[in-house]
């Protein structure tokens, strides 16, 4: 299965290491691809303050923490992906943070499934037609 994963889901992770979704994030046990595009590495590093505050990690833990949680992911150059997966990409995410294109974009390249815990993307997606989302509790339940 082929997943595509949001900055909130890795930052939830990164806050709180012995949680169901690092467990996921972690295990090489389940037959999970993941995937991202490089705007989540970028999106960490904007918020390590925040992230480290939280986490109550020194910045050698946070590090640490990012090579591992990151380490499982395969990044994705927003470049390679098809124009008209961009195009659709974009216009699912009008009216929502139009930063999220490029996770919408990818899930669509893949044909995989976009999962976030930021409720207000995931319904406005699925009130537009887009059905490749999967919830964490979904997640939750099918790996764990």
């Known amino acids: 299965m082929k997943i595509v994963v949001d900055t909130n889901i890795v930052i939830s992770a990164m806050l709180k290491a012995n949680s169901p979704i690092s467990d996921v994030l972690l295990s090489p046990q389940f037959d999970i691809e993941l995937f991202s595009p490089y705007e989540l590495f970028l999106e960490i590093f904007k918020h390590k303050e925040k992230i480290q505050k939280y986490s109550k990690l020194s910045e050698t833990e946070l590090l640490e923490a990012v090579r591992i949680m990151l380490s499982n992911i395969s990044f994705v150059s927003v ?10 990409a ?11 294109w490029t996770f919408v974009a990818l899930t669509l390249q893949t044909q995989g499934l976009l999962w976030t815990s930021d409720l207000k993307l995931f319904n406005h997606l699925e009130k537009n037609g887009f059905t490749n989302l999967i919830s964490t509790k979904d997640v939750i339940q099918k790996f764990l």
């Open 90 to 100: 974009k216009e699912l995410t009008q009216g929502i943070d139009i930063k999220d």
């Open 79 to 88: 470049k390679t992906i098809d124009p008209a997966n961009a195009i659709k």
